[in-house]
T-cell receptor, first 114, second 118 residues
Framework: AQTVTQSQPEMSVQEAETVTLSCTYDTSESDYYLFWYKQPPSRQMILVIR??????QNATENRFSVNFQKAAKSFSLKISDSQLGDAAMYFC???????????FGAGTRLTVKP | GAVVSQHPSWVICKSGTSVKIECRSL??????MFWYRQFPKQSLMLMATSNEGSKATYEQGVEKDKFLINHASLTLSTLTVTSAHPEDSSFYICSAPPGGIAGVETQYFGPGTRLLVL
């Protein structure tokens, strides 16, 4: 079974600085999708960024980018120019190709200090 | 972007009663929807996959007779917690893949339903 591991329960960053959240996963599949979701205090899950495993280029969405290392099964999220509104729980997630069954990591709570 | 709604947003009920939670895809059709459960300070755990026109599939350890799922149409799935007990108190979240440009693998989530069983 696919597993997703987030080894950082909590992270803290100064406003305007950069922070990287770690995620590793385990799978025997060659094609799959990886995601980062943000869950603010409202508990609404918000899609931050998505990466297709067959694409070598790292996904980028404005201040959010990923470092996808397929061989190492690593998928980290970098948040640049951190803002107070970035404070939330961040979940790394995995789903197989055509398989909508999404598996989540334990989450990382990000605090942004003014 | 794709929008998924849930109703109610929170509910308090007495032990032994049943509670129905609705999940709707507002601007797209979803043949499949997913139901998750999230305990405080924990991750989302998949409970079941709701399939339009067929029976739901449940994850191991989830009682299908306790958590009834009905995918009534291409935009509506309902989760009924039958004979609720305090240990069923949790945050329930549904999701659906919009397909199209976003792909069938991307999930969009409802805002969640907080259930408290007294």
């Amino acid at each position: 079974a696919q597993t997703v591991t987030q080894s950082q329960p909590e992270m803290s960053v100064q406003e305007a600085e950069t922070v990287t959240l770690s995620c590793t996963y385990d799978t025997s599949e060659s094609d799959y999708y990886l995601f980062w979701y943000k869950q603010p205090p409202s508990r609404q899950m918000i899609l931050v960024i998505r990466q297709e495993a067959y694409k070598q280029q790292n996904a980028t969405e404005n201040r959010f980018s990923v470092n996808f290392q397929k061989a190492a099964k690593s998928f980290s999220l970098k948040i640049s120019d951190s803002q107070l509104g970035d404070a939330a729980m961040y979940f790394c997630a995995y789903t197989g190709l055509g398989n909508n069954d999404m598996r989540f990591g334990a989450g990382t709570r990000l605090t942004v200090k003014p | 972007g794709a929008v998924v709604s849930q109703h109610p947003s929170w509910v308090i009920c007495k032990s032994g009663t049943s509670v129905k939670i609705e999940c709707r895809s507002l601007d797209f059709q979803a043949t499949t929807m997913f139901w998750y459960r999230q305990f405080p300070k924990q991750s989302l755990m998949l409970m079941a996959t709701s399939n339009e026109g067929s029976k739901a599939t449940y994850e191991q350890g989830v009682e299908k007779d306790k958590f009834l799922i009905n995918h009534a149409s291409l935009t509506l799935s309902t989760l009924t917690v039958t004979s609720a007990h305090p240990e069923d108190s949790s945050f329930y979240i549904c999701s659906a893949p919009p397909g199209g440009i976003a792909g069938v693998e991307t999930q969009y989530f409802g805002p969640g339903t907080r259930l408290l069983v007294l």
